[in-house]
T-cell receptor, first 114, second 113 residues
């Protein structure tokens, strides 16, 4: 019954590497989101997309980019990973329209940059 | 979106009701109250939402005061699996590009045997 799937649960990358975090949803939702979660800082929105090929910056987009080529897939890209991007990354999706269904989150990817 | 205030932590005995308060004194007429929870190392999970009437589903009940300035999430018979961080969020009830879900600090509920 998994609805939002993040490709990796744990990931370790080296400083300077290009990192791809993948998220797939099977609910035909229009909106998709990437958050990061850090102790004491809560969940912060990085980027979101409300349609294929559309993207909008969230609160902390610096150092990240995103790609949405298909409705069901939303990728977060760390162009050159740095240690301060070590974090838990959470993907979510939601339908457009009345917020009756809420957001559905994936289980998260814990990224460590060494 | 209206700001919310929640206690940082609460304890509850297993089998008892857990009552989690949330203050949202600046809530606007078209803003809903949403509750999510996040169990350790998982993504947040939607629990319930309401506008002004009390709501109940299979997970919890939501009690909203008549002036809508505060609300209480009730887990009627808390179990150890209800140990989580609970987030109260207030926002307009339309999903579109301009309405993001913003998470505050939440309440860390510890259910004890």
């Amino acid at each position: 019954d998994v609805k939002v799937t993040q490709s990796s649960r744990y990931l370790v990358k080296r400083t300077g590497e290009k990192v791809f975090l993948e998220c797939v949803q099977d609910m035909d939702h229009e909106n998709m989101f990437w958050y990061r979660q850090d102790p004491g800082l809560g969940l912060r929105l990085i980027y979101f997309s409300y349609d294929v090929k559309m993207k909008e910056k969230g609160d902390i987009p610096e150092g990240y980019s995103v790609s949405r080529e298909k409705k069901e897939r939303f990728s977060l890209i760390l162009e050159s990973a740095s240690t301060n991007q070590t974090s838990m990354y959470l993907c979510a999706s939601s339908p457009t329209g009345h917020l009756f269904y809420g957001y559905t989150f994936g289980s998260g990817t814990r990224l460590t940059v060494v | 979106d209206a700001k919310t205030t929640q206690p940082p932590s609460m304890d509850c005995a297993e089998g008892r009701a857990a009552n989690l308060p949330c203050n949202h004194s600046t809530i606007s007429g078209n803003e809903y109250v949403y509750w999510y929870r996040q169990i350790h190392s998982q993504g947040p999970q939607y629990i319930i939402h309401g506008l002004k009437n009390n709501e109940t589903n299979e997970m919890a009940s939501l009690i909203i005061t008549e002036d809508r300035k505060s609300s209480t999430l009730i887990l009627p018979h808390a179990t150890l699996r209800d140990t989580a961080v609970y987030y109260c969020i207030v926002r307009v009830g339309v999903n579109n590009a301009g309405n993001m879900l913003t998470f505050g600090g939440g309440t860390r509920l510890m259910v004890k045997p």
